[in-house]
């Protein structure tokens, strides 16, 4: 099955935005309503489920990321930091601090935007 590479990266994209919007406290009403599924929304970019994404480690998760191609790169990187950082503020569970941390620092990397936003949650998480 080929699997549209732009739809993908909408989904990315998307789930980010949304992401995005909760950590800022401002969620909009249809997102509310929608409630995210992660494991759903995981399945479909990665094929597999929020559990098995998260317990892989940073390594794995990179490693992930840098077999899709190269463009594509920030936009994982952003919603897997995005992703991490939440369910870090809502569990209060480390591990996912430090997958957070990681996936924000390889997307200022990859992406050479200098995100005060991202750049806060890192020392945040410190």
Same mark, same amino acid.
């Given at each position: ?18 992401? !995005? ?38 390594? !794995? ?66």
């Amino acid at each position: 099955m080929i699997q549209d590479k732009d739809f993908t990266i909408r989904l990315i994209r998307q789930l980010s935005q949304a992401l !995005e919007k909760l950590l800022l406290g401002k969620p909009e009403e249809s997102l509310m309503q929608k409630e995210l599924d992660f494991d759903s929304l995981m399945r479909d970019i990665f094929k597999m489920d929020f559990q098995d994404v998260s317990s892989k480690t940073s390594e !794995e998760l990179i490693q992930l990321v840098e077999e899709r191609e190269t463009k594509d790169h920030p936009d994982y990187y952003e919603m897997l930091g995005n992703l991490f950082y939440f369910h870090y503020q809502q569990e209060n569970n480390a591990e996912y601090g430090v997958k957070a941390k990681a996936m924000y620092q390889k997307y200022l990397q990859t992406s050479g935007i200098f995100a005060l936003p991202v750049i806060n949650r890192i020392n945040s998480i410190q």
